[in-house]
């Protein structure tokens, strides 16, 4: 059913939370935009004005997908691209505010995101399955191995450093094991890196789901498009329709709905996701 924030919604939302034995997350890009980590605008003019007139681009996404020409134009990007979004960003008021609603209850999150908001609110990190990745980490280009890096000394160094958005050569990261160049950890082809990490935060996953059979289980999707459905949403609906007790909701600004298989068990609402700071 499509609904608006007004009263009887919120409530008919504060009750399901109530109610529910425990709370599955999944949560997409939507939700670090309506919490103001946005990539174009007036924050990506402040942080990339350079850029932008050099290049030509326009949001931070467009600039992650840019052909620079060398790896020292290509990290002085990324150095400050995910010290913007990873490192500096500080507490988001969204991300606490729906960590003070879940926080008390039996919680998972499953997120797409890859800025670490989760964390930096206070959500345990034995909760969260980052499915696609993290900026906080480098991985070897090839990949020679399934391993991952911690990256913020070496993004602090490159953006210190850098000069007319060029890294010096000394500092371009290099794989520790074979010397080829280092790349962000993120899921955008086949050589994407899944580390022990990300393997025991799966495994965290689908235990959480084992134990959540048989429980009123509230499955809370936020701001997931259609760019990876099969992540978040497609799993959502199909275990609301396979669960009898379990109940859907959908918070998004651009477009909420469910299947009629689960309708009677769904709450689809077209808001901005800030509603959730009047739960």
């Known amino acids: 059913m499509q609904v608006s924030s007004n009263s009887l919604q919120l409530q008919q939302l504060r009750q399901w939370f109530a109610e529910a034995d425990c709370v599955l997350i999944g949560a997409g890009a939507g939700l670090s935009t309506a919490a103001g980590m946005t990539y174009g605008g ?51 008021q969204l991300y606490a505010d729906l960590h003070a609603i879940v926080k008390g209850k039996e919680y998972f999150v499953l ?52 000069s007319e958005m060029r890294v010096p050569r000394e500092l371009l990261p290099l794989c520790p094991v074979c010397g080829a160049p280092m790349v962000p950890n993120l899921r955008t082809d086949g050589t ?54 379990a109940r859907y909701v959908c918070i998004n600004a651009a477009e909420a709905y469910a299947p009629a298989a689960i309708a009677s068990r769904s709450l689809c609402i077209k808001e901005d996701l800030n509603i959730l700071s009047q739960l």
Not at 121 to 148: H, I, M, N, W
């Open 42 to 92: 007036e924050r990506f003019r402040r942080n990339f004005a350079d850029f932008e007139q050099k290049y030509a681009f326009h949001d931070m996404y467009s600039g992650g997908f840019y052909p620079f020409p060398t790896e020292e134009e290509y990290w002085a990007f990324w150095s400050r691209m995910i010290l913007v979004n990873r490192y500096f960003a500080g507490v988001p």
């Open 111 to 162: 997120t797409t995101n890859v800025d670490h908001c989760f964390q930096r609110a206070g959500f345990d990190k034995a909760r969260l399955f980052y499915t696609q990745g993290d900026y906080g980490l480098f991985q070897c280009s090839v990949p020679c191995r399934q391993e991952t890096y911690d990256n913020e000394a070496a993004l602090r160094a490159m953006a210190a450093a850098q």
């Open 192 to 245: 994407f890196v899944e580390d022990a990490g990300w393997h025991a935060a799966c495994a965290r996953y689908e235990q959480f789901l084992r134990a959540s059979e048989g429980k009123k289980l509230l499955l809370l999707e936020l701001g997931v498009g259609m760019n990876t459905p099969g992540i978040i949403k497609y799993p959502f609906w199909q275990m609301a329709e396979r669960r009898a007790s």
